[in-house]
């Protein structure tokens, strides 16, 4: 549970607390550890189970003496009490979630039965494109296996886009197998999994044997690798976006560039509004400088300078197995925020932060490329090791920020780097999840607003004046970034005085691409600034992005 976050002593106090809340349960475990030879535990304050599988238990192959003392070798298997268990499939281990009896049951060496399920395979082709995450990958992979429907059935990745998937993002492809319906998204042994047993550390007499027995039992994956399969999809990753999921479901994609206006129009439904409506009227009456009525609602926050409104992130999060075992989106978090760091920005005051990744692996490269420093001072302090946002443990709000949103019925929202995204799940006063990648996660807390477009609009502005641009810096589509933004058109085709611009400097993407290379901080990540037309905000949007008074850190400040 979340209850302390953004300040050095999060994580220790966090830890102390829920080992008060469970102590009768962790000493039942230690007891089992003691008493059973072949039962160990991951203590509290270290890790995901998932992660740990990944990292250190799985071997891909196994072998162990039968009954004749025979030394034998058999594919590595795994059931857990977790959906998420699936995250092993990434490295070539049959695994998925199972029942509390079940698990109990293949821990005393009881069989597990299962009628032959179908398997569907899912070609990918292509490479990553800059700019796009595993995040984007796996996002549009649950909208596609969703469409296709896959429950109950296994799902297979091949494909020659393979050898330019690192075993990371397959990872997280097969984290979320539950999110796609799927009992597991298998991925085959290959060169890459060979290449992460090596770099985890594992024996290498293993990893030899892991060659020998999948070629040997045609398990390996070489260039003629094509099995039959019950159906197939298929996806060439060169076309996946930058996007996020929500508000609501898992397989709800939406590029990033439509993340705003969709917004806006979930707000509409909500509020049994037409989006359409305004438009249709100002263009039968001709040119009109008036804005129509904005369905969105607002509350000030008592004793703060500031409102909230339909659409302010309350929760920022990066959190979950699914993506904080993949050190290309970890990384791409740290330097967005060493970024905006330098620039001398913040979260928003009314964003709770945190950062729970799924093992203390993760710790040991942000800090040692130096980047904890930097997602500390945006509130991205280290909050625990575990399961948290993802399972409903973003613990409370501040209750002035709590009151306003449930007096002012607001749709307030939260942004996780998770799995689930489901309505009540995330907090009790917040309708609106959106699943997204980490470097995501830091720019909409810096945001603080679901209704910012993050590829056109500025993030945050900081506390210069002049404007600022990266020398040799254009965006993606190969243009200046100047001269990107419409002029005088928002991000959902209103006036811009419906948003606050002011001159300033500010973070306009983030991308953590493919170049990133193990052991590396930061080639494949680029940070864009682009300069922020000079308009001033009216009305309850000026009020909205009044600078805060009591800032928690100036530009001086780390």
Not at 286 to 291: E, F, L, Q, S, V
Not at 349 to 371: C, D, F, I, M, R
């Amino acid at each position: 549970m979340i209850d302390e976050f953004g300040h050095p002593r999060a994580f220790q106090m966090n830890v102390d607390r829920e080992y008060e809340r469970n102590m009768e349960r962790y000493v039942f475990l230690k007891w089992g550890q003691k008493a059973f030879d072949n039962f160990r535990v991951v203590p509290p304050g270290t890790g995901i189970c998932h992660q740990v599988n990944l990292e250190y238990l799985a071997q891909t192959v196994w072998t162990d003496r039968d009954q004749n003392g025979v030394e034998v070798a058999y594919p590595d298997t795994l059931v857990g009490t977790d959906s998420h268990t699936t995250m092993v499939n990434g490295l070539a281990v049959l695994g998925w979630g199972v029942g509390g009896i079940e698990a109990e049951a293949a821990m005393l060496g009881q069989p597990v039965s299962m009628l032959i399920p179908e398997v569907v395979g899912f070609k990918l082709t292509g490479a990553m494109t800059e700019g796009t995450t595993a995040t984007d990958l796996v996002l549009k992979v649950v909208q596609m296996l969703r469409k296709h429907g896959v429950v109950n059935k296994f799902v297979e990745f091949y494909g020659d886009g393979l050898d330019r998937l690192p075993l990371a993002d397959r990872a997280t492809i097969a984290n979320m197998a539950p999110e796609y319906g799927a009992t597991c998204g298998f991925f085959p042994v290959d060169a890459e999994t060979l290449r992460y047993l090596h770099m985890t550390g594992r024996d290498e007499g293993r990893i030899a044997l892991v060659e020998a027995y999948a070629k040997a039992n045609g398990m390996w994956r070489g260039p003629d690798y094509d099995p039959i399969y019950t159906s197939t999809l298929h996806l060439d990753m060169g076309s996946v976006v930058p996007a996020i999921s929500g508000p609501k479901r898992p397989q709800d994609f939406q590029p990033l560039s439509e993340a705003a206006s969709n917004f806006y129009k979930t707000v509409c439904d909500f509020r049994g509004v037409d989006a359409t409506a305004p438009a249709r009227e100002m263009a039968s009456e001709g040119p009109n400088h008036t804005a129509p009525v904005d369905a969105r609602k607002s509350a000030v926050v008592a004793g703060e300078g500031y409102p909230l409104r339909d659409g302010s992130v309350v929760i920022a999060s990066i959190t979950s197995c699914t993506n904080t075992s993949n050190p290309y989106v970890m990384i791409g978090a740290g330097l967005v925020a060493r970024k905006a760091r330098a620039l001398g920005l913040n979260r928003k005051p009314w964003v709770k932060t945190s950062l729970a990744p799924g093992s203390q692996v993760v710790s040991e490269y942000l800090n040692a490329a130096g980047l904890q420093e930097d997602l500390d001072a945006v509130g991205f302090n280290l909050v625990g090791y575990g399961c948290t946002t993802c399972i409903g443990n973003s613990g409370p709000l501040d209750p002035a920020i709590s009151k306003a949103i449930n007096e002012g019925d607001l749709v307030a929202a939260a942004v996780l780097s998770g799995n689930r995204n489901f309505e009540g799940r995330i907090s009790p006063d917040v309708r609106a999840n959106y699943l997204a990648s980490p470097p995501l996660v830091v720019a909409y807390a810096l945001a603080g607003d679901m209704n910012i477009d993050l590829t056109t609009e500025p993030a945050n502005l900081d506390l210069h004046p002049e404007p600022a641009l990266l020398p040799g810096h254009v965006d993606q589509t190969g243009r200046d970034p100047q001269h990107h933004r419409r002029p005088g058109a928002g991000a959902l085709g209103r006036h811009d005085h419906h948003r606050p611009h002011q001159p300033g400097r500010f973070i306009q993407s983030c991308n953590s691409g493919r170049q990133v290379s193990d052991g590396t901080a930061g080639s494949g990540v680029r940070v864009q600034l682009l300069r922020c037309p000079a308009r001033q905000p009216r009305g309850d949007d000026a009020r909205h992005f009044r600078q805060h008074p009591h800032q928690e850190r100036d530009a001086g400040q780390s």
